[in-house]
């Protein structure tokens, strides 16, 4: 909206939940001081406690430069249920999501409560037209670059049209974040058993090459060829999703302990760390998990992306980079038009518009 | 059945299917061969082309020593069709499973094709009494040891009586095979939405708690406690599970990929690679695929363990000792005990023994 197509600077505005996450409101205040030297056309507006926030913004003065602060007294507790806070008025949280859902912001960015801030934004937000269920998407390295793999944990189950809507926005995503032209998509499936796999994914399958993803659409991957860039898009329902996004965390975390330990084993292998340093934290500069902080809640009228509950400062601005080159290259504009061109093909077959636009929290 | 628990040296008769596998016979007949020297109480009876078996097991004196080839002139090629693999007689995979319903031994092990194999073991082994579902287990390592999780591929959706079974089973697994006394089990559950995971799930803790199982039953666990360690058994569903150790087994060859490429980037890495090599190879012997090569097909009248096809005569002995464990130390008598505490304790309430046992692959 505040933001044409194509320009180079992007321009638009950002709600903060200034108070979410482990360690707000510094490292928000710190994150926004950094993303607003990258993104000088951004405008941050600051949903928190005043009191907290203009002492910072006064040693952050690049923060100060391009935010305002909006005054919100209550915070989302990180224990609290999604129910309760829905109920809660006063939050930043909630706060800034209205700001979205008011037009003062494209997007909004928040490191607190996930439970909360996904329910909060449904219900405030609402799905875009055509989008049954919203999905949690995350960006995960492999070895061809990133991939961005949705549902990772909205929607629990999924039929085979809310994965070819997840498939819709995936390729939606992969152009307008990863800056790919002709992002591949690939639907998760096991392959190893003898009744290959799930019924409503062959059933997504069917469905998507019926529709102008056909050319990009790859077929079933399997959990290996995340690591390995199969494919640039990976659709699965938000269970599956959620267990192959934390278990390769988990896995990539384990090898890294066991390097560490391998490496302080003796002078030797002491001497072979500091020769090999240079090395290693390239290492771990490509799988930092900062770089693959955020979850993007897509299929919502408005960018919404969480960032992790711990991250510092410069992961909570790699969230706020997400957001930005969401909410600047129009992404909500072209998810509806892949919608349209898979509704005007009538992939959907007989359910084609007979669904009405569903919301998966009052479901 | 032959082995009396409790014996020092383990005393079965394992089936073998010595044509299954991209490096079959030279690999299995190798791997029988180093099974045998760890083993010197098991024998082997290898079905497979009787011409390629015996110049083999004339190079190969202990697993000569301690096998009998039963000619099967089929077998079953890694592309068939499950269904086709069914059909087809003779097979040396067919003739080995046909072993184990004869009475003639008490597991079988094959590198062949997996799904001809679960297909084949579930229609003639048939699922052992109060087992609904048969469920595929692999061991994974773990920051704390070795996990054993199931299911990884047998059936894709479960309901929370399938996974009441699994914990069972796994609880079982762990005790026979990982050595421990009292396994934790936790069940996967994705943490971060608001539905707080599936139902079925939810459900399937309820159950949990009311059995025997109830102390060292962890509650739900989520990917990244894989890797940590948390539970000393994981039970999920065949989708999520098969989609986790994949994830898990790709994330770890990306991030050792990542490091070969570090230590190859200079000079000084590389005389770093060369002080650290011995701390480097033992983790690589830390989480050597062979090692945690085979998957175990649980819950049927004998046991039933699939090596990897790719896999080495190293990994093949792998696979071939945890069918020795299983079989040495009673696995399935364990499970029906266990299955009949729960039946008594009543968990499973207004099901309990009104539902048949059925056959997955029959339905």
Redesign the interface.
Known sequence: MLNPAGSVVPICTLAVDAMGGDHAPEAIVRGVDIAAERHPGVKFLLFGQEAALVPLLRRHKRAAAHSEIRDAREVVGNDMK?AAAVRLRGTSMRAAIDAVAGGHASGVVSAGN???L??LAKIVLKALPGIDRPA?AAIM???RGDTVMLD??????CDSRNLVEFAVMGDVFARTVLGLTTPRVGL?N?G????????RVREAADILRGTYLAPNFHGFV???????GTTDVIV?D???G??????????????????RS??T??I??R??????????E??RE??DPRRYNG?MMLGLNGVVVKSHGGTDAQGFAYALDLAIDMAANSFNDRIRDGLARIVDSGALGAREGGKAPRMA?GS
Do not use: C, W
Not at 152 to 157: C, E, F, L, M, P
Not at 222 to 228: C, F, N, Y
Not at 250 to 259: E, N, S
């Open positions: 999604a996930t439970g909360a996904l329910a949690l390295p492999s070895a990772v944990g909205a929607n629990a189950s998760m096991v190893a058993e003898e009744l290959k796999g799930d019924e399997e959990g290996t060829d995340i690591a390995s699965t938000g269970f599956s959620n267990v192959a996004l934390k278990t390769a965390e988990g896995a990539v975390k384990l090898v890294l302990q066991m390097l391998v490496f084993a003796s030797a292998t001497m072979g760390y500091v020769l090999a340093r240079p090395g290693l390239r290492l490509m799988i979850a929290a």
